[in-house]
């Protein structure tokens, strides 16, 4: 690569993306659309950049992923799905209000809700501020506690007669 003078020619660089060309008369970068700088460094004519892992632009996409991404989407999973965060509570709730072998009647006066049939048979999911509190009834009675704490306030009140297949 010499010029008519007699001396080396300089190739023509992009400093952005590192493409290489002889071509003097080209100003911008093909790949980019940055200009082209002067160089004294010998490259690879046509040599294709080489992506970076560790680039500016990848470091910032998996911090977003990471500090936004991830806690998004699992206070999206507990607000969607909130009886997932529920546990067995044994015979009474975390306050010692409910127990179970109460009556119905007498649950949905401490929940201040409205309450179904005296002989009731099914479910009562019941939530306010952060906590939760889903009941299983048989004829009227609790038969099983399960309680759980959500980081954010809800209002729930659902009640799901037992339907005849399924126990």
């Not at 023509?12 to 200009?35: A, I, M, Q, S």
């Not at 099914?122 to 939530?127: D, E, S």
């Amino acid at each position: 690569m010499r010029n008519l003078l007699g001396g080396a020619l300089m190739p023509r660089v992009c400093g952005n993306c590192k493409y290489v060309t002889e071509d003097l008369f080209v100003n911008d970068c093909p790949l980019c659309l940055r200009p082209l700088a002067l160089s004294s460094r010998v490259g690879t004519l046509g040599e294709e950049p080489r992506p970076r892992l560790f680039s500016r632009r990848n470091l910032l996409i998996a911090a977003a992923v990471l500090f936004i991404g991830v806690p998004l989407a699992v206070i999206s999973f507990i607000f969607t799905a909130p009886t997932y965060c529920l546990s067995p509570a044994g015979e009474a709730d975390s306050l010692g209000t409910i127990r179970v072998g109460m009556p119905v009647r007498e649950v949905c006066k401490v929940l201040d809700i409205e309450s179904p049939p005296r002989a009731f048979s099914g479910m009562i999911t019941w939530g306010r501020g952060g906590r939760m509190l889903r009941l299983r009834f048989i004829d009227g009675k609790v038969v099983a506690i399960e309680e759980g704490n959500l980081p954010f306030t809800v209002t729930v009140t659902k009640v799901q007669p037992q339907t005849a297949g399924r126990k």
